[in-house]
């Protein structure tokens, strides 16, 4: 990346551990009062305060999710639809071809198939997975990010990254690393 | 059920949803040891072999199926449907379960489900799984009847008959089986990683690490899973209500007496949930007990399912009710015999042996006593299975064997070869179960961290 500090040439950020959620939280709100930018918060367990602190948006799956369960409920109706009345018509009894009402059913659980799987597939890309290496696994103790410790990383990219192992070991960090690219 | 204080176990004065004296790393070490440990326990070996043995039962079934036809079930005329639809409903309806504890019971914030959400789910994939052999199978030629189940272009130009419930069963079932993957590996996820961290091995490491797509539970990561989860129990709720819903209408659309009836979509529904809560009895009695997990899965647990297994059975029980009253009132004499022939006829033995299960004996999980009785409880739960098996056995044989016309009456008796195939779905989903209580957390680890205070974080000051 061209915008890597030339003294920091193979440092991805700098990483801070912390023994709960509360710690990481509270370090979370100075980190981003102090005006850092590219910032990053890890830790076992959801904790939905933390991205409205440090990333302030929320995500746009729902949107996709419906666009995803609409696609669905059209596909499974078009699909009896062409089926019935175009490709292949049999006249049973004299019913209508196009008897809407029997075509909920397979629509309706289309719907919900489509949807299901762009709410599963959409976080998953969304989330830039899978991705099986990054620069945080770099750090020996991150392997505890998935057991029973909580770690925030500012970025080499910040502006104000000089500053940010020294502002980290004040914000009640019980260890901070360099994280290597 | 709907307890709004359930988040203040302690303040209720009830068994707390987690024992006292866990912390993360506890949790983490409790529910990833069995995963990661590279001993195969003795029990667990002598589980799997008796489940191997079945597993090839139900191999030699189906390979004796497909090389004869399904002239070796007893199924004829006039019973023309019996063992693979009992089976098949049976199974589908333990399937339900899973998803009510993962889906309906996460949008009512019903935090004692996290224990029990994970190897629920797993349960409702394998009965899926063994619920699929037998509409697939029953066909005898399964390979032919690929072009009436499933919407492709094929060479005969034909295409499936939408306005069948068959069909529609074919998009239900074959819904519900997918999103329940899906939505039970989108809950492994962030489980896998933690398993990828505490590996051992390097081989193990770079599977689970694999199989967890590379999960770094960044704030980012959470927020979206978070969200993702929600909507997925928000998908799964309404279908797995449309799965049983569909099954009835198998019966339902149909002119047969005794299932033609408006109250088997909601009476199905509940049946199946009713099984389904048995079966997870079933498996969390001894699960818990083998694997030392009594201090995740508490009394509290075992309570709450006994408490929705008596709710939705009474349910069950006011199906069994109305369908009486409605044989009765509908004045129709083809409806008035089905419902005497059922209580008096050939099949009346299993009729009374179901009333005694589901309606007389799960009157006795008022009794708190009995709730807390693990062991009576297992007992009971194996019974209600066999219960919600001879409803099925009712609904569809009795129906069918004194129909209409009073000289193609006869008698149904399956064979061997029904039997076995049964028998056979039990090794399919009980190898499956054990190779999931091996290789996999069987309980959500993160999940269960929530409950913890150390996940608690105060709202901004």
């Given at each position: 990346?061209?915008?890597?500090?030339?003294?920091?040439?193979?440092?991805?950020?700098?990483?801070?551990?912390?023994?709960?959620?509360?710690?990481?939280?509270?370090?979370?709100?100075?980190?981003?009062?102090?005006?850092?930018?590219?910032?990053?918060?890890?830790?076992?367990?959801?904790?939905?305060?933390?991205?409205?602190?440090?990333?302030?948006?929320?995500?746009?799956?729902?949107?996709?999710?419906?666009?995803?369960?609409?696609?669905?409920?059209?596909?499974?109706?078009?699909?009896?639809?062409?089926?019935?009345?175009?490709?292949?018509?049999?006249?049973?009894?004299?019913?209508?071809?196009?008897?809407?009402?029997?075509?909920?059913?397979?629509?309706?659980?289309?719907?919900?198939?489509?949807?299901?799987?762009?709410?599963?597939?959409?976080?998953?890309?969304?989330?830039?997975?899978?991705?099986?290496?990054?620069?945080?696994?770099?750090?020996?103790?991150?392997?505890?990010?998935?057991?029973?410790?909580?770690?925030?990383?500012?970025?080499?990219?910040?502006?104000?990254?000089?500053?940010?192992?020294?502002?980290?070991?004040?914000?009640?960090?019980?260890?901070?690393?360099?994280?290597?690219? | 059920m709907a307890d709004p204080n359930i988040h203040r176990p302690m303040a209720l004065q009830e068994t707390p949803v987690?024992?006292?004296?866990?912390?993360?790393?506890?949790?983490?070490?409790?529910?990833?040891?069995?995963?990661?440990?590279?001993?195969?326990?003795?029990?667990?070996?002598?589980?799997?072999?008796?489940?191997?043995?079945?597993?090839?039962?139900?191999?030699?079934?189906?390979?004796?199926?497909?090389?004869?036809?399904?002239?070796?079930?007893?199924?004829?005329?006039?019973?023309?449907?019996?063992?693979?639809?009992?089976?098949?409903?049976?199974?589908?309806?333990?399937?339900?379960?899973?998803?009510?504890?993962?889906?309906i019971l996460l949008l009512f914030k019903q935090q004692w489900r996290m224990?029990?959400?994970?190897?629920?789910?797993?349960?409702?994939?394998?009965?899926?799984?063994?619920?699929?052999?037998?509409?697939?199978?029953?066909?005898?030629?399964?390979?032919?009847?690929?072009?009436?189940?499933?919407?492709?272009?094929?060479?005969?130009?034909?295409?499936?008959?939408?306005?069948?419930?068959?069909?529609?069963?074919?998009?239900?079932?074959?819904?519900?089986?997918?999103?329940?993957?899906?939505?039970?590996?989108?809950?492994?996820?962030?489980?896998?990683?933690?398993?990828?961290?505490?590996?051992?091995?390097?081989?193990?490491?770079?599977?689970?690490?694999?199989?967890?797509?590379?999960?770094?539970?960044?704030?980012?990561?959470?927020?979206?899973?978070?969200?993702?989860?929600?909507?997925?129990?928000?998908?799964?709720?309404?279908?797995?209500?449309?799965?049983?819903?569909?099954?009835?209408?198998?019966?339902?659309?149909?002119?047969?007496?005794?299932?033609?009836?408006?109250?088997?979509?909601?009476?199905?529904?509940?049946?199946?949930?009713?099984?389904?809560?048995?079966?997870?009895?079933?498996?969390?009695?001894?699960?818990?007990?083998?694997?030392?997990?009594?201090?995740?899965?508490?009394?509290r647990h075992?309570d709450n399912m006994a408490k929705v297994?008596l709710a939705?059975?009474?349910?069950?029980?006011?199906?069994?009710?109305?369908?009486?009253?409605?044989?009765?009132?509908?004045?129709?004499?083809?409806?008035?015999?089905?419902?005497?022939?059922?209580?008096?006829?050939?099949?009346?033995?299993?009729?009374?042996?179901?009333?005694?299960?589901?309606?007389?004996?799960?009157?006795?999980?008022?009794?708190k006593?009995?709730r807390?009785?693990?062991?009576?409880?297992?007992?009971?739960?194996?019974?209600?299975?066999?219960?919600?098996?001879?409803?099925?056995?009712?609904?569809?044989?009795?129906?069918?064997?004194?129909?209409?016309?009073?000289?193609?009456?006869?008698?149904?008796?399956?064979?061997?070869?029904?039997?076995?195939?049964?028998?056979?779905?039990?090794?399919?989903?009980?190898?499956?179960?054990?190779?999931?209580?091996?290789?996999?957390?069987?309980?959500?680890?993160?999940?269960?961290?929530?409950l913890?205070?150390?996940?608690?974080?105060?709202?901004?000051?």
């Amino acid at each position: 990346m061209a915008d890597i500090p030339e003294t920091t040439p193979a440092l991805h950020g700098v990483m801070a551990e912390y023994d709960n959620g509360q710690a990481l939280v509270d370090a979370a709100r100075k980190t981003m009062a102090h005006g850092f930018t590219q910032v990053e918060a890890y830790s076992p367990v959801p904790i939905e305060d933390l991205n409205t602190i440090i990333h302030k948006s929320r995500t746009v799956l729902p949107g996709l999710v419906l666009t995803g369960g609409l696609t669905g409920m059209a596909t499974g109706f078009a699909l009896q639809y062409w089926a019935s009345v175009i490709e292949y018509p049999i006249n049973i009894g004299g019913r209508p071809l196009a008897s809407w009402t029997t075509f909920i059913v397979p629509s309706y659980e289309l719907t919900i198939l489509f949807a299901a799987l762009t709410a599963a597939i959409g976080m998953i890309l969304l989330n830039g997975l899978p991705q099986p290496y990054h620069p945080v696994f770099n750090v020996q103790r991150f392997s505890l990010a998935s057991s029973d410790k909580f770690f925030l990383v500012i970025e080499s990219r910040d502006p104000k990254f000089g500053a940010a192992a020294a502002f980290l070991r004040e914000t009640g960090a019980r260890g901070v690393y360099d994280v290597a690219e | 059920m709907a307890d709004p204080n359930i988040h203040r176990p302690m303040a209720l004065q009830e068994t707390p949803v987690i024992l006292p004296g866990h912390d993360f790393e506890t949790v983490t070490e409790t529910i990833a040891e069995i995963p990661l440990s590279r001993r195969y326990p003795l029990g667990w070996i002598g589980f799997i072999a008796i489940a191997l043995f079945l597993l090839a039962v139900l191999h030699m079934a189906l390979g004796y199926l497909v090389m004869v036809g399904i002239g070796i079930f007893g199924t004829n005329q006039p019973v023309g449907w019996a063992f693979p639809i009992i089976n098949f409903v049976w199974w589908i309806g333990i399937g339900h379960a899973g998803t009510l504890i993962s889906a309906i019971l996460l949008l009512f914030k019903q935090q004692w489900r996290m224990s029990i959400s994970r190897f629920a789910e797993a349960m409702t994939i394998f009965a899926v799984a063994c619920a699929a052999i037998f509409p697939v199978f029953h066909t005898g030629r399964p390979w032919l009847a690929a072009y009436w189940l499933f919407p492709y272009p094929n060479a005969m130009g034909l295409w499936p008959q939408f306005k069948s419930p068959l069909i529609w069963d074919v998009f239900a079932v074959s819904t519900y089986a997918t999103v329940s993957v899906v939505f039970w590996y989108v809950g492994l996820i962030p489980d896998l990683a933690s398993l990828r961290d505490r590996a051992s091995s390097k081989l193990k490491a770079i599977l689970y690490g694999m199989a967890s797509l590379g999960w770094r539970g960044s704030a980012r990561h959470w927020h979206r899973y978070e969200v993702a989860s929600l909507i997925l129990a928000g998908l799964s709720t309404p279908l797995v209500l449309s799965v049983h819903t569909v099954v009835s209408f198998d019966f339902a659309v149909s002119v047969i007496p005794g299932w033609h009836a408006t109250i088997f979509p909601p009476y199905f529904v509940a049946g199946a949930i009713y099984s389904g809560f048995a079966m997870v009895l079933t498996l969390a009695i001894p699960v818990r007990r083998f694997y030392g997990m009594e201090s995740l899965i508490t009394m509290r647990h075992i309570d709450n399912m006994a408490k929705v297994m008596l709710a939705t059975g009474l349910i069950v029980g006011y199906g069994y009710s109305m369908e009486a009253f409605f044989a009765w009132y509908s004045a129709s004499p083809h409806e008035q015999f089905m419902m005497w022939n059922r209580m008096t006829g050939q099949y009346a033995w299993a009729y009374w042996l179901l009333i005694s299960i589901n309606v007389v004996m799960v009157q006795f999980l008022w009794f708190k006593r009995v709730r807390q009785n693990v062991g009576l409880l297992f007992v009971m739960s194996l019974i209600v299975n066999v219960g919600m098996w001879l409803e099925r056995f009712v609904i569809v044989v009795t129906s069918l064997a004194n129909d209409f016309v009073p000289t193609s009456w006869a008698h149904y008796t399956p064979t061997m070869w029904d039997y076995l195939l049964y028998a056979g779905t039990f090794g399919l989903f009980t190898t499956a179960f054990l190779l999931f209580l091996r290789f996999v957390p069987m309980i959500s680890i993160f999940e269960v961290k929530t409950l913890l205070p150390q996940a608690k974080v105060k709202a901004e000051p």
